[in-house]
């Protein structure tokens, strides 16, 4: 289980401090599809911790929450679509969350999916969680906390197959930072602009969690919703995006077939 730490660390662990400077990372970009495919296989094995809806018997939610992941990769111009598989998987759980593993491996648990009041918000949750892998933030953070020498060294150092399992025992207390998630919601205004869903669809996804009162898993690991809310609706109001149009009832049927 050491890589499912590795990978939940990376993805919901708390905030480390945000050093700022240039976006560097060390690593291919095909090492973050490993990363990602590494972790979706360890989070397959686990189903008492991660019980995955089984995509052969729920196609149709399969085809409605994949579909809209394509759509906002397709018309949101996302990057690495070419490398990265951008793929949607459902955790069967009460649990107000969601999170990408690097490499475009996407997870969203039912609790979540339940919570909402319609398709824009669920695309708008989807575009930021699109965003963290696109913009490759885990092995940004994990360029950032090693330091370039070492990482290249462990890169270049002939055998590499090891890696994983190297990095896997340090990359502990590691999170997004700060400036990744305003990264995240920033480029979820920019992919849904051209897309069906409403531009500020992860704004309204936060104006839903605060209106409950709640205090969830998804705030835990993505503080601070006001301000971002504000920042949001601002991008989404510059930018001259596509007219939207909302299908309820298709997102109604989804959550039915849950
Ligand atoms: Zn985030």
């Not at 095909?30 to 729920?58: C, K, N, W, Y």
């Not at 949607?88 to 979540?112: C, E, H, K, S």
């Not at 601002?234 to 939207?244: H, I, Q, T, V, W």
């Amino acid at each position: 289980m050491r890589i499912l730490r590795l990978f939940l660390l990376l993805v919901v662990g708390g905030l480390t401090a945000c050093s700022g400077g240039p976006d560097i990372n060390v690593f291919p970009v095909s090492q973050d599809v490993e990363l990602g495919r590494q972790a979706m296989a360890e989070i397959l094995q686990d189903p008492a911790a991660f019980p995955v809806l089984d995509p052969d018997t729920h196609r149709e939610a399969y085809a409605y929450v994949q579909g809209m992941v394509d759509e906002i990769v397709d018309l949101g111009g996302v990057p690495h679509a070419d490398v990265f598989p951008y793929r949607v998987y459902l955790i069967d759980r009460p649990v107000n969350n969601a999170f990408a593993a690097p490499g475009g491996y996407l997870f969203v648990f039912t609790g979540l999916i339940r919570s909402l009041t319609g398709p824009d918000q669920l695309a708008g949750v989807l575009a930021h969680e699109i965003a963290h892998a696109a913009e490759r933030h885990s092995t940004q953070q994990a360029t950032k906390r090693f330091g370039l020498a070492a990482l290249q060294r462990l890169l270049t150092g002939g055998d590499n197959s090891g890696i994983l399992a190297q990095l896997a025992n340090q990359l502990i207390n590691l999170g997004f930072s700060r400036a990744d998630e305003a990264e995240a919601d920033a480029r979820s205004v920019d992919y849904l602009c051209a897309t069906p869903y409403a531009t500020n669809g992860a704004a309204g996804f936060f104006e839903q969690v605060e209106r409950r009162g709640q205090v969830t898993e998804f705030l835990s690991t993505h503080p601070n919703p006001q301000n971002r809310i504000q920042k949001i609706n601002a991008r989404a109001a510059d930018l001259d995006c596509a007219a939207k149009r909302e299908d309820p009832a298709a997102f109604q049927r989804f959550v039915g077939q849950l």
